[in-house]
């Protein structure tokens, strides 16, 4: 959870960083590493520079060689709120309260956790330890100096937060009772349970079933850390690490072919690939990116999986409206349609369209 939405984790969290990835470089490097340890991943596709392009990221995360996300996500936050800097903390109130919590289920996500991430990029809190390590997998723009390896910048989210992808409803009902007017638990609460269901239902095949108190996973927690989060430049003392190897979880119907970035361009030309895929997903950041020959890719009845823009914070009505028309102008051009008369791109994440015979 830290290495997915903190800017800091904990000192034992960069540790398993720095651990999987001495064994992530001997995957992408090593092929008998990669079918013993993952099986499941197919990097054939790839070129010989994006496997260098791989391995460098990873080498990067396993040196620690120093990485000032707190300077870089303040100057983010300055250069978005300009003259509303010193008055941020209405800025983000009004953002989740105006907008987050007017999403179904929205209100799930509490004032004090969305507030301290948008001030801070630390989404997920415990009470355990306090998080001190920069997250060296938010870097940006690596340059390679020789054997030094340096990030330039961050780039990522600093609106909407990671809330709405595990922690905002949950299969277990106490995790959603409301005291107050009030959750009792917060959106990284249910994110914590939703998480520890999904990996044990791939490891075990079977639904998980939460057994009580003696197993509970969430914590009531209505007060943050009142910690000043300070500049985190400094490297981290360098350690020999031995990569760890040992198989993964079965999972034999299953495989991941990681792909060029050519392949958006390359593969609706290629014979083999006309009508192959029986469903595709698309992000709402390649939307522009969509075309007729991308879907000529799908088999005739197959399912695209439109992501729309609902969980961004500062999209208005309008931009809503603009978007909704530019995905049923795109959808018909790719000879999609929908599986339901109203496309509602406020109400729902995700709009499923199906190829035409």
């Known amino acids: 959870m830290e290495l997915y939405g903190n800017t800091l984790v904990k000192p034992n969290t960069n540790s398993y960083l720095i651990k999987k990835s001495a064994q992530l470089i001997d995957i992408i490097t090593d092929e008998t590493a990669r079918q013993h340890c993952l099986p499941i991943v197919q990097l054939d596709a790839l070129k010989y520079k994006e496997r260098d392009t791989i391995e460098t990221i990873f080498k990067y995360w396993k040196n620690n060689n120093g990485f000032n996300i707190t300077t870089m996500w303040d100057k983010r936050v300055r250069n978005y709120l300009g003259t509303r800097y010193d008055h941020r903390n209405n800025v983000f109130d009004w953002d989740l309260h105006m907008t987050l919590h007017y999403i179904d289920r929205g209100n799930r996500i509490t004032n004090r956790e969305y507030t301290y991430w948008r001030d801070t990029g630390v989404a997920y809190t415990f009470l355990e330890t306090d998080c001190t390590e920069p997250n060296y997998t938010f870097a940006l723009v690596l340059l390679k100096d020789g054997d030094k390896i340096t990030a330039m910048d961050y780039f990522g989210d600093i609106i909407n937060g990671p809330f709405p992808s595990f922690g905002l409803d949950c299969e277990d009902d106490d995790m959603l009772k409301m005291g107050n007017m009030q959750p009792l638990k917060r959106s990284v609460d249910l994110t914590e349970r939703n998480l520890t269901r999904m990996f044990y239902e791939i490891e075990n095949q079977k639904p998980y079933k939460h057994k009580g108190k003696t197993d509970n996973l969430g914590v009531i927690i209505t007060e943050l850390p009142n910690v000043k989060i300070q500049n985190v430049q400094t490297p981290s003392p360098q350690v020999k690490v031995m990569s760890e190897h040992y198989s993964s979880i079965d999972v034999s119907d299953v495989e991941i072919h990681f792909i060029p970035r050519t392949a958006m361009t390359d593969y609706p030309t290629f014979d083999r690939y006309k009508h192959f895929f029986d469903i595709m997903y698309c992000g709402h950041m390649y939307f522009e990116k969509m075309n007729f020959n991308i879907t000529s890719m799908i088999k005739d009845g197959g399912v695209v ?22 995905l049923i102008d795109l959808m018909k051009n790719c000879k999609c349609v929908s599986s339901t008369e109203d496309i509602d791109v406020i109400k729902n994440a995700v709009i499923k369209f199906n190829k035409q015979y």
């Open 305 to 326: 999986l439109m992501e729309t823009r609902k969980f961004i914070v500062n999209y208005k009505q309008k931009q809503h409206d603009e978007f909704k028309q530019k």
